[in-house]
């Protein structure tokens, strides 16, 4: 009876090391995933900060709308340093609190972002190419070998 108290008692010991192991596996994937994340988040911002750039650039030298700009894409900037640099823990806990105290703003900024974020991958999205008469030879249209047949 004592060996299969041992035998037991040695199975729970086993099982608690693969769970936690699995465990610290898994937060560790996610860890990845995260910072993997954050820095392509961080990238795509610089990406606006470098488009700010450029239009401060196209506009009057010293005017109100340059410098306006101008201070934009700094700040812009100074975002994706820090967002680059932060720790992904203390991140997720910050807009967790930040919701928790502000659920109307966090609600309304989100939606904000996501349809910027819409906008920004639509632009961005391969052109469509008008076809042309030549292009598709089994089409119907002018120039097919099947115009005119029913």
Do not use: C
């Not at 910027?116 to 008008?130: H, M, S, V, W």
């Amino acid at each position: 009876m004592q060996d299969k108290t041992n035998l037991t008692s040695a199975a729970h010991i086993k099982a608690a090391e693969v769970r936690d192991d699995a465990f610290e596996a898994v937060r560790a994937d996610a860890k990845a995933r995260a910072a993997h994340a954050r820095d392509q988040a961080a990238e795509e911002i610089e990406h606006f900060a470098d488009a700010a750039d450029a239009a401060a650039g196209q506009l009057p030298y010293g005017s109100v709308q340059a410098q306006a700009a101008e201070q934009v894409a700094a700040q812009i900037e100074g975002f994706a340093q820090k967002l680059r640099t932060a720790d992904i823990s203390a991140v997720g806990r910050d807009v967790a609190s930040f919701a928790r105290e502000n659920p109307v703003v966090f609600l309304g900024a989100a939606a904000l972002a996501g349809f910027a974020a819409t906008r920004f991958l639509k632009a961005r999205g391969p052109k469509e190419i008008p076809a042309t008469l030549t292009d598709d030879p089994w089409g119907t249209q002018a120039g097919g070998p099947y115009h005119g047949t029913s």
